[in-house]
């Protein structure tokens, strides 16, 4: 009974090794030959082609600025730059973020950079020119700058009213004015646009328009100082000195240490004949200013006016040495001495002015009768000769009658005085 039992199970047991052994056989025979067939999976599978590295950082530099991230968008417009020194976009962004960051003039740099890349860009040229135009010195660069986009872009009328304050900065009034008064700019404009345009139309001549823009303004701004100013001088300019000295005497009841606008108010009031109220706002110009010559001319012409000789000719000898080859200021000086009756002296000066090729008859007429005062009889006959030879009415014929008599040569002083005669 137990060998029974024992042969069964030795018979299970070989049969299961059997079948261990017949499957080894099997496993075997696929490794081998179902490998050939089968490909084995790749540990790494091949990714999808995507956009390059410095385009992507790009891109996520853009979102960090658009955030007001702005170091962090910096810093990955640089590690763009770094794998692509060519890449535009990424050089713009970067002159963009430092512009955001404050860096205005690393931000200058960066869009000329951005320009040498790309030439037309016009992005980086409007905000090159934008940045050039908050520096006096760097006007031209910005000009140029706006005209070459506006040549890309010129239906952007925002570039023009801008280009039309810096041709107005650098004093190109007239073209100020005409880039203002293009079609489109003018609902554009703001306050400080108007002043701006305004001044340039009255650099440009242009007063008519130049004083109702003025006053429009000044209805809005009555305190605005340069503007009083510049309406008054638009009034003086055409001699309207009811309109003008109001105005100055305002402005200088503001500011009486101005020396600037002291000169304006005494030109003024020169220009007006008032010459005794001109001599107190001239002198405080002249003393303010003493090397202005202009200053203290118009100081020596607001006393003389009023009367009081003996002062203006020290006032024209202060301001003379400004004036050295100014042959009507020499004149004038030598009219003063000869209204003083310092004949000598008006002489000296008259003959400077003659020599430095003055020969008006206002000169001639001064200088004969200066050398006739001091007594040079025979220097002041030329003068007069030729005096009358210009201008033959019987006051000059008749005063060089009388010097023919004063130097003995009464045939010729009778044949003058019948010259008088017969003319009568």
């Known amino acids: 009974m137990r060998i029974e039992l024992f042969r069964r199970r030795l018979g299970r047991l070989l049969l299961l090794c059997g079948i261990v052994v017949l499957s080894s056989y099997v496993i075997a025979g696929y490794l081998r030959f179902g490998a050939q067939r089968v490909p084995a999976p790749a540990l790494n599978p091949p990714a999808q082609a995507g956009p390059p590295q410095w385009q992507q950082l790009t891109t996520v530099a853009n979102d960090y600025l658009n955030k007001n991230k702005v170091e962090q968008a910096l810093v990955n417009y640089r590690e763009a730059l770094a794998l692509n020194p060519r890449y535009v976009d990424a050089q713009l962004g970067l002159a963009a973020g430092e512009y955001r960051a404050g860096r205005q003039a690393i931000a200058l740099e960066e869009y000329k950079r951005t320009l040498k890349l790309s030439p037309k860009n016009t992005n980086a040229m409007i905000s090159l020119a934008r940045i050039e135009a908050t520096e006096s010195g760097a006007w031209p660069q910005a000009e140029a700058h706006y005209r070459e986009y506006l040549t890309l872009r010129p239906d952007d009328l925002e570039a023009s009213r801008e280009l039309a304050r810096v041709l107005s900065w650098e004093g190109k009034a007239e073209q100020a004015v005409g880039m203002f008064q293009r079609p489109g700019v003018a609902p554009l404009m703001t306050a400080s646009d108007r002043r701006d345009y305004a001044f340039a139309l009255a650099r440009a001549g242009r007063n008519t328009e130049a004083e109702a823009e003025i006053r429009g303004l000044l209805a809005g701004s009555p305190g ?6 510049e309406l008054a001088d638009l009034y003086a300019a055409r001699k309207d000195w009811s309109g003008a000295l109001p105005l100055y005497r305002s402005l200088l009841a503001k500011s009486p240490a101005d020396p600037k606008l002291n000169l304006q108010y005494g030109w003024a009031l020169l220009a007006a004949k008032n010459y005794a109220e001109a001599v107190g706002p001239l002198e405080r110009a002249r003393d303010a200013m003493p090397s202005n010559g202009e200053a203290g001319l118009a100081l020596a012409r607001a006393v003389k006016g009023s009367g009081d000789l003996k002062r203006a000719c020290k006032e024209y000898e202060r301001a003379l040495p400004a004036f050295q080859g100014n042959a009507a200021v020499v004149r004038e000086y030598a009219d003063a001495l ?6 000598k002296k008006a002489a000296r000066f008259y003959g400077s002015a003659y020599q430095q090729g003055l020969r008006d008859d206002r000169l001639l ?12 009889y025979k220097e002041a006959l030329p003068v007069l000769e030729e005096l009358q030879r210009r201008r033959p009415t019987p006051r000059e014929t008749f005063e060089l009658a009388k010097l023919m008599h004063r130097l003995g040569r009464d045939d010729q002083a009778r044949a003058l005085l019948r010259q008088v005669e017969t003319s009568q």
């Not at 000869?338 to 004949?343: H, Q, T």
């Not at 007429?365 to 040079?376: P, V």
């Open 224 to 229: 605005d100082r340069e503007l009083s100013l």
């Open 338 to 343: 000869l209204e003083k009756r310092d004949y």
């Open 365 to 376: 007429a001064g200088y004969a009768g200066a050398l006739s005062g001091a007594g040079k």
